[in-house]
């Protein structure tokens, strides 16, 4: 039997043009609320994620990262200013993971056994730094 797609977001931050989410979630979850479509891949367990919405406009885009064990974000914070615009996201994981939301970068780091903590930092484009 297949399993149902989960979603949990314990964190959120608000900010002038809009407010950031971080949680984690399983295989299959759709990020955008709207009539539109966005299923984020899934790297095994529960992956972290970050999600961006704007006022106005409501959903901008998500991001997931994680490895094939559980893997959960569970603060942020986002710091506005002229020249250092960036969301800061804080959580846990295990195993080997792959920091890097891009398909593009990889930046696999290995948890010291057990649970390890992380911190990633995103730019407004939400490249990962």
């Not at 615009?85 to 990889?106: K, N, W």
Request: with cysteine; hydrophobic share 35%.
């Amino acid at each position: 039997m297949a399993s149902s797609p989960s979603l949990a977001a314990p964190a959120i931050c608000l900010s002038k043009p809009g407010f950031c989410v971080t949680g984690y979630s399983s295989a299959g979850c759709d990020f955008d609320p709207g009539p539109g479509s966005d299923v984020q891949p899934n790297y095994g367990g529960t992956d972290a994620f970050l999600s961006i919405f704007e006022y106005a406009e409501s959903y901008v885009c998500a991001y997931t990262w994680g490895g094939p064990n559980d893997n959960y974000g569970y603060g942020i914070s986002h710091i506005l200013a002229a020249i250092k615009d960036r969301a800061f996201v804080t959580g846990v994981f295990s195993g080997t993971v792959d920091f890097d939301p891009s398909a593009a970068g990889i930046d696999d780091h290995k948890s010291n056994g057990g649970t390890d903590s992380f911190l990633s930092i995103l730019t407004p484009d939400l490249l990962y730094e």
